[in-house]
């Protein structure tokens, strides 16, 4: 071996040494050292890089890389390193031992970009991407500065940096030869995505009460002792549902609201920020997981069938939306109130009371206590419902799905008339009443109340009124009788 081959060896020892160290998330691979070095006869003018995408963290102990997820789409990028020359950039001549001085404190400089006196041949740089987890490429013997471009669909929170690789390289003194066939196995830190439930029911079980949905978001790792620079959870209301509360917590310990604390919140976004206190705070959880306890008010009922479904977390600039939808159901009840006249009048003052039917089903008589909703019929007949928006209708509950829609949701009620106008009979409404979702499916209850018998007066049944006819006819016809005579005697006419 001459003493410019030795050289280059040397060189290359240390140049290989912090290459490995460089790529931090990943290794090259050594099993392909067969060949001569650059500047020997017979020496390949070209070779591979080959770069294998994991998704994961670098591999335990124990761990090979069949143990992770391949990653498709990555694209990679790969740029020649060249020196400035009078201004222009020349390619790094490795066949030329004085083309070596200086490699090491460049490879030293990554992930940065070359500087002088090195520079890139951006008009020379390859791009392409991973298939099967894998990306190849045919490279000319130089030095080249390899970057991931673009994640694709992989939701890539931390990337792997920017590094240098050399084709040849070399294990240095006691290697099995140069290695013209490069392979890099980098890993990727992927975010998982956020998951909601749904509480079993809400707070009440009339419209205007609180939904509790729960937020699971899992904190990424990340590479390379990065931290988060920007960290936030964010969840778009139906337009049904408005921001009432919510509480955070990390690995089971709460979180502070506030710009002094560990985040804010925007009720009109929803989005929770991290300050630089929380973030500092979930660079210790990584790995862990976020819980965002949300309570949310239902305002309306629409179509009665509430989807939460827009909602993601952000980590590092990359954005991943979760995909289970949990769901809340809402009908609605209206009752009007009138008498048994014909045609019929509206009847005020009828209270009503209803109550979630027990499994044991509807009582014949009203609970004495825990009525969901209490109304009062108005002039026009209407139960108008307290504590309600809108009162004339009452939102009622019908049911939660944690993860996608419900075929044919429905709920029973029980309602009883508590209160009956006076001179009116009570009806009892036949119970339970089944609430389907939706404002056009709205159970509409009408009940009448009869109007009370009042007492019976003298000669108003029929039997009298024959008889003052019968008296009434004597008495005309006796009186006939006697004018009749009378005019005879007058007029001299004999009596019959």
């Known amino acids: 071996m001459n003493s410019k081959s030795r050289a280059m060896r040397r060189i290359a020892a240390g140049v290989g040494a912090v290459a490995l160290a460089l790529v931090g998330v990943g290794t090259f691979s050594t099993a392909a050292f067969a060949d001569v070095g650059p500047d020997q006869p ?13 998704a994961g963290a670098p591999l ?39 083309d070596w001085d200086g490699l090491g404190d460049l490879f030293a400089s990554a992930p940065a970009a070359p500087t002088a006196p090195f520079c890139l041949l951006t008009a020379d740089a390859v791009s392409d991407v991973t298939a099967g987890g894998t990306v190849d490429f045919t490279l000319d013997v130089g030095v ?82 990065e931290t988060f620079t920007t960290a936030s959870v964010s969840d778009v209301l139906d337009p049904r549902l408005s921001y009432a509360s919510s509480s955070l917590t990390l690995d089971g310990a709460p979180l502070s609201e506030g ?8 009720p009109n976004g929803v989005t929770w920020t991290f300050t630089a206190a929380g973030r500092a705070k979930l ?69 009503f009371q209803v109550f979630a039917e027990p499994q044991a089903g509807c009582p014949a008589t009203a609970p004495a206590t825990g009525a969901v909703a209490t109304g009062t019929s108005n002039g026009s007949g209407t139960v108008v419902w307290e504590d309600v928006d809108p009162n004339t209708v009452l939102g009622l509950w019908v049911a939660n799905s944690p993860n996608g829609p419900l075929a044919d949701p429905s709920k029973d009620y029980c309602v009883y008339e508590t209160v009956v106008p006076a001179g009116h009979t009570a009806t009892a409404v036949s119970n339970p009443v089944t609430i389907t979702p939706g404002e056009d499916g709205v159970f509409e209850l009408d009940v009448v109340n009869k109007k009370k018998d009042g007492p019976d007066l003298p000669l108003t049944g029929a039997a009298g009124t024959l008889a003052m006819t019968i008296g009434g006819l004597a008495i005309i016809a006796a009186g006939a009788g006697a004018i009749l005579v009378a005019r005879r005697r007058q007029t001299g006419d004999p009596a019959d």
């Open 42 to 54: 017979g020496a390949p003018a070209e070779g591979t890089l080959t770069i294998n995408k994991y």
């Open 60 to 98: 335990g102990e124990g761990e090979t890389l069949e143990d992770r997820d391949t990653l498709d789409g990555v694209e990679f990028t790969v740029t020649p390193v060249g020196r400035l020359d009078n201004g222009d950039c020349v390619a790094i001549d490795l066949t030329d031992a004085a």
């Open 144 to 225: 080249y500065f390899a970057q991931e471009t673009d994640p694709g669909e992989n939701h890539i929170v931390s990337k792997v940096p920017d590094f240098y690789v050399s084709i040849p390289t070399s294990e240095g003194d006691g290697g099995e030869g140069w290695n013209y066939d490069v392979v890099a196995d980098p890993k990727n830190q992927i975010m998982n995505e956020p998951t909601k439930t749904i509480a079993e029911m809400p707070d009440g079980l009339t419209i205007g009460s609180g939904v509790t949905w729960t937020l699971t978001v899992p904190v990424p790792t990340l590479n390379n002792e």
């Open 259 to 266: 710009p002094g604390g560990d985040y804010t919140v925007d």
């Open 283 to 351: 660079d210790a959880a990584m790995g862990k997981s976020l819980s965002i306890e949300l309570v949310t008010t239902v305002d309306e009922v629409g179509d009665g069938s509430i989807p939460n479904d827009e909602y993601s977390s952000t980590f590092n600039g990359t954005t991943v939306p979760g995909e289970q939808i949990p769901y809340t159901y809402w009908g609605q009840l209206s009752i009007s109130k009138h008498d048994d006249s014909k045609p019929a009048k509206p009847l005020a003052g009828a209270e």
